[in-house]
């Protein structure tokens, strides 16, 4: 059950990035940030309220707990990682073409398995270094893709912003398996509904100071699209699903990780038809190492 609900939260996922690169097509990308937290919020605030007045049991699939600031200073940690990334990615993702943006997401997982060896000390087998190097390869062949659309990975702030965004997004995956994790295994032993509902609140009022910041030096460009209620839409889904498919028993979290990392196959080949992108190919070929390495991490994983 798990992992049909990672593969389903991976293809929500993968529209939600195509949905997102359409709402920011002439748009701020603060404004729509800004929007995306506020949305995504209102999606669950009504869980939040019903739990409080015991229209929802707890115990049940929406329940929100209550929980003091021992819990919450968890959840606003969460809330800064997950902003600082979504920042950096909005912008990126804004400014370069999603074919490129999807296949240097999709090494998430690598840096969460470095991350883990870093930080938990754990090992890796000889599979899962070659999916580590076969994600250095395909990122190194990324660069020449970009080249040809003249992108210089080295030089690019935009870039930048994206691997920074997928190293914060990474992290934000590693801190994840640390919250939701039972305390007798040392996690936090968070309640996924209350992780999710609460770091979307945080998140809001922390752009609601940015984008007044924002806006007293600089009026941001703006128009309606559907397309951003959308965004806020797919995501607060494919987050429930993830989150969900974390908290069962037997889930394994690697695995989770690098099934939603295939959200690039949906962002990329919908992505690359509708926003007419070029080069198709020749990325087509880095994004297929990027998978394969993943394959690898996968077969390692559960060795």
Same mark, same amino acid.
């Given at each position: 059950?798990?992992?049909?609900?990672?593969?389903?939260?991976?293809?929500?996922?993968?529209?939600?990035?195509?949905?997102?690169?359409?709402?920011?097509?002439?748009?701020?990308?603060?404004?729509?940030?800004?929007?995306?937290? &506020?949305?995504?919020?209102?999606?669950?605030?009504?869980?939040? %309220? =019903?739990?409080? #007045? !015991?229209?929802?049991? @707890? $115990?049940?699939?929406?329940?929100?707990?209550?929980?003091?600031?021992?819990?919450?200073?968890?959840?606003?940690?969460?809330?800064?990682?997950?902003?600082?990334?979504?920042?950096?990615?909005?912008?990126?993702?804004?400014?370069?073409?999603?074919?490129?943006?999807?296949?240097?997401?999709?090494?998430?997982?690598?840096?969460?398995?470095?991350?883990?060896?870093?930080?938990?000390?754990?090992?890796?087998?000889?599979?899962?270094?070659?999916?580590?190097?076969?994600?250095?390869?395909?990122?190194?062949?990324?660069?020449?893709?970009?080249?040809?659309?003249?992108?210089?990975?080295?030089?690019?702030?935009?870039?930048?912003?994206?691997?920074?965004?997928?190293? &914060?997004?990474?992290?934000?995956?590693?801190?994840?398996?640390? %919250? =939701?994790?039972? #305390? !007798?295994?040392?996690? @936090? $032993?968070?309640?996924?509904?209350?992780?999710?509902?609460?770091?979307?609140?945080?998140?809001?009022?922390?752009?609601?100071?940015?984008?007044?910041?924002?806006?007293?030096?600089?009026?941001?460009?703006?128009?309606?699209?559907?397309?951003?209620?959308?965004?806020?839409?797919?995501?607060?889904?494919?987050?429930?699903?993830?989150?969900?498919?974390?908290?069962?028993?037997?889930?394994?979290?690697?695995?989770?990780?690098?099934?939603?990392?295939?959200?690039?196959?949906?962002?990329?080949?919908?992505?690359?038809?509708?926003?007419?992108?070029?080069?198709?190919?020749?990325?087509?070929?880095?994004?297929?190492?990027?998978?394969?390495?993943?394959?690898?991490?996968?077969?390692?994983?559960?060795?």
């Amino acid at each position: 059950m798990w992992l049909f609900l990672a593969f389903l939260s991976a293809t929500l996922l993968g529209c939600y990035d195509v949905f997102k690169k359409h709402a920011l097509r002439d748009n701020d990308v603060i404004i729509i940030l800004w929007l995306n937290t &506020l949305f995504c919020s209102l999606v669950f605030l009504p869980f939040v %309220l =019903l739990s409080a #007045t !015991d229209h929802i049991e @707890a $115990g049940s699939l929406f329940y929100v707990p209550i929980e003091g600031w021992e819990v919450h200073k968890y959840v606003i940690l969460k809330s800064c990682i997950v902003l600082s990334s979504w920042v950096c990615g909005y912008y990126g993702i804004k400014h370069l073409p999603l074919t490129l943006v999807g296949p240097i997401n999709a090494t998430r997982p690598v840096m969460v398995l470095l991350g883990a060896l870093l930080f938990f000390g754990e090992r890796l087998n000889i599979y899962q270094w070659i999916g580590v190097l076969l994600a250095i390869f395909s990122f190194f062949l990324l660069s020449r893709s970009g080249k040809k659309e003249g992108i210089d990975f080295r030089h690019n702030h935009w870039v930048i912003l994206v691997v920074l965004a997928a190293v &914060l997004g990474a992290l934000s995956g590693l801190y994840d398996k640390f %919250l =939701l994790a039972p #305390t !007798d295994c040392g996690g @936090a $032993g968070l309640d996924r509904m209350l992780v999710q509902s609460y770091y979307n609140f945080y998140q809001c009022g922390m752009m609601m100071v940015v984008l007044f910041l924002h806006l007293r030096g600089l009026h941001g460009k703006f128009h309606w699209d559907w397309c951003i209620i959308l965004v806020s839409l797919f995501l607060s889904a494919a987050d429930f699903v993830y989150f969900y498919a974390l908290s069962m028993d037997d889930a394994l979290v690697s695995v989770v990780s690098m099934v939603r990392r295939s959200s690039v196959l949906v962002s990329f080949f919908v992505g690359g038809y509708v926003f007419h992108e070029h080069n198709l190919r020749g990325k087509a070929v880095d994004l297929a190492l990027v998978l394969l390495g993943m394959i690898f991490l996968f077969i390692g994983s559960n060795l």
